[in-house]
């Protein structure tokens, strides 16, 4: 159901700007012909930036994940040498550092860890109903996502850097093509891993549309926030050096 109203909303938009366009070209540029072209030229303002794919290009060896949407955006999320992320829109460009969260302080447990994991399963049964549906949703959209893509290339190479098990993992994989999936497995060489994903921009942004309408994401995060809440009122910060056992 909140798929179809999520459809109806968007077909409502649509006609709303459409409708917008016309009459503004009818009464400012004058007639109903010049109308129609304002209408039409809004409607290929709306159908533009979907004209393209999607594509995510991943080296761990770059320390770069750029993510490419058609012709008109680019996120870059750059990790080495300091973190941080830059948009590009229509080739404006804006950078923007990301900060590296601190180590956790040290807590010491009030309660048993008994106590604990029974309030931690009453938390679930009681919030169950509440993270299915966004549990659900992710799978979808992940299942989609994998069937609907163009392009996917995954490079492995030499991932735990202990010769004989990275020389095995080349040698039992190798490069077999599961679906949609080119996947190859290397030796020798440095640590890395490499991902190319290209899918259809409409296509994608239809099923992440999709994924919201049904997981229903606030009220998944706001059981997780009490969650949160709960367990830090169920402990206190102890300084190493102070705390007593």
Known sequence: MRVFIT???LLLIGE????????????WWGGGLRGLIAAAIAAILMIAPWMGDMVVDYDSSAGKGPVRL??????????????????????ICVKRAIRKPGKPKPRRVIKSRRTLTRS???WLRRNFEKLVPM???VGQLAHVLFREAREIELTVQSPTQFSFADNMIAKLIGSPK??????????????RIVLHYRIGLPRAAMAALLALAQGRPRQA??????LRRRWETSTVEAVPS???E
């Open 178 to 191: 599961l679906g949609r999936l080119q996947l190859r497995c290397l030796y020798p060489g440095e640590r």
């Open 7 to 9: 459809a109806a909303i």
């Open 135 to 137: 549990l659900l949703a």
């Open 16 to 27: 709303v700007i459409l409708g917008l366009a016309f009459f503004a070209g009818y009464y």
């Open 70 to 91: 058609a012709w008109w955006g680019k996120v870059i999320q750059e990790l080495k040498p300091t973190p941080r992320l830059r948009i590009c829109l229509l080739g």
């Open 221 to 226: 995060f706001r059981s997780v926030k009490e």
């Open 242 to 244: 102070t705390a007593s």
């Open 120 to 122: 931690l399963w009453r």
